[in-house]
DNA sequence: GGCGCGCAACTGTGATCACAACGCCCCCAT
DNA sequence: ATGGGGGCGTTGTGATCACAGTTGCGCGCC
């Protein structure tokens, strides 16, 4: 079995190693739509067998962020118009919820992080980095659901994230974006003046208007 | 590699046949919440080696049909009520929308087939059968979501289903139903009168209703 | 120069094995 | 009678292998 742990580091298993390595490459959009996976190509990457290797990738088929073709090569998805269009409005019903339901909770030291993010992607989006803008597009939004205090509603609306991660990273590639989403002020805004009809309309409009740039 | 194909049945692999058969007893309600699955035990019951059991059970463990111990052992969930009530809120959002979608495509033949399916419920729920009335009550739904044409959404209504399936069993033994649900009857009317705020409060009641009893 | 065709390398699948860790049960001491 | 400790059986993990299907590339033919 050779047990190729180097130190003492981990002790996570390690075909979780390899899944949670994958899935966040994959959200944040560092693989292109349609970029192919193989099993024996993924064990050479990160020097463990196919065992492992296989595991992580069902995994990621089976929570919809990879693609498994007919005869059983696994590639990112090259998601079809109809197929972008439900997944946004997935993200509309789900992130309204989790923004109405952690608003009475959002103390002003969310806010702060909120704005400290915010400005962040500020200078993200300057240097054009495509994966620097959705990871910290995502941690705005995650931080503000985590104060919902639904789990099992924000483990949804992040499989959707991670179906949209290689597109989002197209998406991105074909819009010349140069300020950070007006949107975001407007959730914050909402936040502290805890309008909970504003809130949910801006966040369905932040979440929606990615969409837009493509379908137009 | 045996290839314990007995005559030429089928081509499916054999971890996906075990997926399949797992994933519709667990979504079923044929197993009760807590009950523990073993590799080799699967193995042998389906006559397969671990390679494709532990793959049809890390399956169901991503999708969250089935829970992981630190240890490494499965078993089916034993969901707090916490997570009862939100996976019903998650219901409630995502078929309350399914049913919205397909309301404008809901014709007559549809609304016959839903008739029917109602009329097997209250078949079914005569003789206690708890595994044949969430069986149908499912397809009651489905059969209507089907409409909406809205795969990605269905797709995790399902998985919703999928998590509350050993809950709802044990939920059907100690409740005493003794007729078919009463908001089916309303869900039929709304679509035949095509009032699609009739129909959200009816799926949503409908959702809903089975929770009540749980937290009451 | 273009178009098939066939072969070789590659890929996933499932079986099997070695190993370590966990759990369970029985036995003994108090 | 009861609580704790030790040992054995069971479980998941990962590596490896044989095999079959697929892919794709290069060679030869038209």
Same mark, same amino acid.
């Given at each position: 079995?050779?047990?190729?742990?180097?130190?003492?580091?981990?002790?996570?298993?390690?075909?979780?190693?390899?899944?949670?390595? !994958?899935? $966040?490459?994959?959200?944040?959009?560092?693989?292109?739509?349609?970029?192919?996976?193989?099993?024996?190509? *993924?064990?050479? =990457?990160?020097?463990?067998?196919?065992?492992?290797?296989?595991?992580?990738?069902?995994?990621?088929?089976?929570?919809?962020? !990879? #693609?498994?073709?007919?005869?059983?090569?696994?590639?990112?998805?090259? &998601?079809?118009?109809?197929?972008?269009?439900?997944?946004?409005?997935?993200?509309? /019903?789900?992130?309204?919820?989790?923004?109405?339901?952690? +608003?009475?909770?959002?103390?002003?030291? &969310? *806010?702060?992080? +909120?704005?400290?993010?915010?400005?962040? *992607?500020?200078?993200?989006?300057?240097?054009?980095?495509?994966?620097?803008?959705?990871?910290?597009?995502?941690? #705005?939004?995650? $931080? !503000?659901?985590?104060?919902?205090?639904?789990?099992?509603?924000?483990?949804?609306?992040?499989?959707?994230? +991670?179906?949209?991660?290689?597109?989002?990273?197209?998406?991105?590639?074909? !819009?010349?974006?140069?300020?950070?989403?007006?949107?975001?002020? /407007?959730?914050?805004?909402?936040?502290?003046?805890?309008?909970?009809?504003?809130?949910? +309309?801006?966040?369905?409009? =932040?979440?929606?208007?990615?969409?837009?740039?493509?379908?137009?």
């Amino acid at each position: 079995m050779m047990m190729t742990t180097r130190s003492s580091e981990q002790t996570t298993a390690a075909h979780d190693r390899l899944y949670r390595a !994958l899935r $966040t490459r994959i959200m944040h959009g560092e693989l292109a739509p349609g970029q192919a996976l193989t099993l024996r190509g *993924i064990g050479r =990457d990160y020097d463990v067998s196919m065992t492992p290797a296989r595991e992580a990738l069902r995994r990621l088929v089976a929570e919809g962020a !990879l #693609f498994l073709s007919s005869s059983g090569r696994v590639s990112t998805p090259e &998601l079809s118009n109809e197929r972008i269009e439900e997944l946004a409005a997935l993200r509309a /019903l789900l992130e309204v919820e989790l923004a109405s339901r952690a +608003l009475p909770r959002a103390h002003m030291a &969310l *806010i702060d992080r +909120l704005q400290t993010i915010n400005a962040t *992607i500020g200078e993200v989006v300057v240097n054009r980095d495509a994966v620097g803008y959705i990871r910290t597009n995502l941690e #705005f939004h995650r $931080t !503000l659901y985590l104060r919902a205090q639904a789990p099992a509603m924000l483990a949804m609306a992040e499989t959707v994230w +991670l179906q949209l991660g290689p597109t989002m990273r197209a998406l991105y590639g074909r !819009l010349r974006r140069t300020d950070p989403p007006h949107y975001h002020k /407007l959730i914050i805004a909402a936040l502290k003046a805890g309008d909970e009809p504003g809130l949910r +309309l801006a966040v369905r409009s =932040d979440v929606t208007q990615g969409l837009r740039m493509l379908a137009g």
